[in-house]
């Protein structure tokens, strides 16, 4: 039981390059977020999936795009990379609602030249 | 403007101590989680609290939903509580953010 999983764990991009995020969770979840960590900030919602073929905008979706590609599978693609997309990215499951325990996965740390 | 406030923002005590971490927030929420993130970025949620008290091991939260306010207590700190402890709470006007709102965490460090 993995748990929620994410993959790269670290990737350089330079300005401009397209790249996915991948995330995976095994609880049979409905509810699937991305997150970004900024120093200094609270993590902030960039998308959020309520179930399989739906999704909805967070507080930072500009310059992202997210597909719920099956119950399990939430993956964010990042289509011309900047700078201050420069974070690290988390990815999230709850059983049904935010208000439910969120688990996360280890993070990506990305970094865009 | 933030709306969930945590304090302190950074705290050194030592092993043994009873620690207090604060959060407060500007409006009405159906939910308050407290999460730690670990020194290697891993975060893992410690409580969810809609109202009252909840205790796990050495880690108590309460909540105070007429004063907006929560806290997390450690007690017999030990090195191995060294974390960044964020509250996140579930707006009830989410702006659209159909999500958490999350706190910019409180640095512990526990010296043996």
């Known amino acids: 039981n993995a748990g929620v999983t994410q993959t790269p764990k670290f990737q350089v991009l330079k300005t401009g390059q397209s790249m996915t995020l991948q995330c995976a969770q095994d609880?049979?979840?409905?509810?699937m977020y991305w997150y970004r960590q900024d120093p200094g900030m609270g993590l902030r919602l960039i998308y959020y999936?309520?179930?399989?073929?739906?999704?909805d905008k967070g507080e930072v979706p500009n310059g992202y795009n997210v597909s719920r590609l099956n119950k399990r599978e939430f993956s964010l693609r990042l289509e011309s990379a900047a700078p201050s997309q420069t974070s690290v990215y988390f990815c999230?499951?709850?059983?049904?609602?935010?208000?439910?325990?969120?688990?996360f996965g280890p993070g990506t740390r990305l970094t865009v030249l | 403007k933030n709306e969930v406030e945590q304090s302190p923002q950074n705290l050194t005590a030592q092993e043994g101590e009873f620690i207090t971490i604060n959060c407060s927030y500007s409006v009405g929420i159906s939910a308050l989680h407290w999460l730690q993130q670990h020194p290697g970025g891993g975060i893992v949620s410690l409580f969810m609290?809609?109202?009252g008290k909840k205790k796990h091991g050495r880690l108590i939260a309460t909540i105070n939903i007429q004063e907006k306010h929560s806290s997390l207590h450690i007690t017999a700190s030990h090195p191995r509580d060294s974390a960044v402890y964020i509250c996140a709470v579930y707006l009830y006007s989410g702006g659209g953010a159909d999500g958490l709102t999350f706190g910019k965490g409180t640095h512990l460090i526990i010296q043996p």
């Open positions: 999936s309520a179930s399989e073929g739906t999704t």
């Open positions: 609880m049979n979840h409905n509810s």
């Open positions: 999230a499951s709850s059983e049904f609602q935010p208000t439910d325990t969120q688990y």
């Open positions: 609290l809609s109202s």
